[in-house]
């Protein structure tokens, strides 16, 4: 069983930039695919950026050339690099890890405001 725990969310100004990240308990970390999704108010929620094992990245149209997601292994940590932030990334940022099974951090609040 794998436990995600994500950081680095809180208040930015638009056209900033912020990290997130999102750290793993539990074995073969390396074997997951990992995503970032995000549920802004009254809206579903929907994938960000996803990296394969073999840290192939894909990403919404949204964010693209925007956001850039990675991955260390050796650290069991999967990052999320924000830049040129807008208003409607603005919401509540999830991290995935899916194998055969699929485990969802608690998430962490990201508000883009000026």
């Known amino acids: 069983q794998l436990q995600l725990v994500e950081s680095g969310g809180g208040l930015v100004q638009p056209g900033g930039s912020l990290r997130l990240s999102c750290a793993a308990s539990?074995?073969?970390?390396?074997?997951?695919?990992l995503g970032w999704y995000r549920q802004a108010p009254g809206k579903q929620r929907e994938l960000v950026a996803g990296?394969?094992?073999?840290?192939?990245?894909n990403y919404a149209h949204s964010v693209e050339g925007r956001f850039t997601i990675s991955r260390n292994n050796a650290k069991k940590t999967v990052y999320l690099q924000m830049n040129s932030v807008k208003d409607d990334d603005t919401g509540i940022y999830y991290c995935?890890?899916?194998?055969?099974?699929?485990?969802w951090g608690q998430g962490t609040q990201v508000t883009v405001s000026s």
């Open positions: 539990g074995p073969a970390f390396s074997l997951y695919t």
């Open positions: 990296i394969t094992s073999a840290e192939n990245p």
């Open positions: 995935n890890a899916r194998s055969r099974n699929t485990y």
